[in-house]
């Protein structure tokens, strides 16, 4: 069964994390993506742990689905054959920054030249209308423009800290794949390309903000910044006997139902700081604190039960190793053993969104570097002579021998 977007091409230009992010996810959902590497190859291929060499696991947990390509971009000969590659596709996207895009010569007018319908897609950091349109940006300096590492020290955390995941690049190569979706209906209702850029210090700021805007949301200022539940020190997972449990007691049914389980039902009536929804977002600090002191008299599995009984929303702490053993994920499939050509028996992750009809799927493994460059090249028009000599010049590349 084609997958939402089968039919769509896709040229993909990017590297690390958030731009072959973003194309796996339009690569899942069945469009047709080739990868365009430089000859030494996205950097995520070196990252351990991997099997052999370019292959790491980064890697190949964002480049499924797709084909690669070596052409080195600075060689007239690689550029002229991109742009016969850009004239069969319909969306190109990139993550370097555009003042580098328009020194290669791949700028939105130079592409529009050759492909006036091209949805042409830029993610990189900064708006390109502000002072900080040429500043380079990786995830953690994003995590820092944005906050994050100052929202964790006002928490609590000893010292300021970046969140322990590629949080910006992720949730950013989410939004870019939802502009490229929205851009091809565009397209199909109007017949237009365009130029879309998402930006990852604005694109970040949607998910702080929209809690932690707090009092600035108001002019004038009315409070403070900040959303002091989130802040509060001990929104963390609450120490029992024998571990830690993740638990949210959130509304007053829930923290009647708590009240009851420790034997002080009269405190949800008598103690002003828990009687309604305003009250306890102004004494998160309190409550939370209360709560963690609790639920160190018991233990995990007692706490699990207890609260499950009185429908209070719990979850145990898993680390990843929990996380790969899942009940839940087995029953549903979401990892997959499957067979890759080169680095044999590993994980993949399923797609996150179910569909009755157009199933996304797992069609490719992550491709080798180069390993379709001459099969594609000559898909864009390129005689064999034409690809022999941008192989031979090094200006092309293919992967060397069988899988």
């Avoid at 403070?224 to 609450?238: I, N, T, V």
């Avoid at 490719?364 to 864009?380: D, Q």
Wanted: glycine residues 8%.
């Amino acid at each position: 069964m084609p997958g939402p977007l089968d039919g769509v091409r896709v040229l993909d230009l990017t590297t690390v994390v958030m731009g072959p992010y973003a194309t796996q996810i339009l690569a899942d959902f069945g469009a047709e993506v080739i990868k365009v590497e430089s000859p030494e190859g996205d950097a995520m291929r070196y990252g351990w742990p991997f099997r052999n060499r370019g292959m790491g696991h980064v890697f190949l947990n964002a480049n499924r689905n797709k084909r690669s390509v070596v052409l080195d971009l600075k060689r007239a000969e690689a550029h002229a054959a991109l742009l016969a590659l850009a004239r069969t596709v319909d969306v190109l996207v990139y993550n370097i920054r555009p003042q580098a895009m328009a020194r290669l010569k791949l700028s939105y007018e130079e592409l529009c030249a050759v492909h006036p319908g091209i949805i042409y897609v830029g993610c990189f950091g900064y708006s390109q209308r502000g002072p900080y349109a040429a500043k380079s940006a990786y995830d953690d300096l994003i995590q820092g423009a944005a906050g994050i590492p100052w929202l964790l020290k006002k928490q609590g955390a000893e010292t300021p800290r970046y969140a322990p995941i590629i949080v910006a690049d992720r949730s950013v190569g989410q939004q870019v794949a939802g502009a490229v979706s929205a851009a091809l209906y565009y397209r199909e209702k109007t017949g237009q390309g365009q130029r879309v850029d998402v930006p990852m210090f604005e694109h970040l700021l949607q998910i702080v903000l929209g809690e932690h805007l707090g009092g600035y949301t108001f002019e004038p200022q009315h409070g403070e910044p900040g959303y002091s539940r989130l802040l509060a020190k001990d929104r963390r997972p609450y120490e029992t006997k024998d571990g830690y449990v993740c638990a949210l007691i959130y509304n007053d049914k829930q923290w009647k139902a708590f009240f009851e389980l420790i034997g002080k039902a009269e405190m949800f009536v008598t103690d002003a700081r828990f009687a309604t929804q305003e009250a306890r977002s102004q004494n998160y600090d309190f409550a939370y604190g209360m709560v963690a002191d609790e639920l160190k008299q018991r233990t995990t599995d007692e706490w699990l039960a207890a609260f499950e009984a009185a429908d209070i929303p719990v979850q145990r702490m898993n680390s990843l190793a929990d996380i790969v053993d899942d009940p839940h994920l087995a029953a549903i499939g979401y990892f997959q053993t499957v067979e890759h050509p080169s680095e044999g028996r590993i994980k993949s992750m399923a797609t996150p969104s179910e569909w009755s009809e157009s199933r996304p799927a797992y069609r490719r493994h992550a491709p080798r570097l180069g390993e379709h460059t001459r099969e594609v090249l000559a898909e864009a028009g390129l005689t064999g002579a034409e690809i022999d000599g941008l192989l031979a010049s090094g200006a092309a590349r293919e992967a060397d021998g069988p899988a």
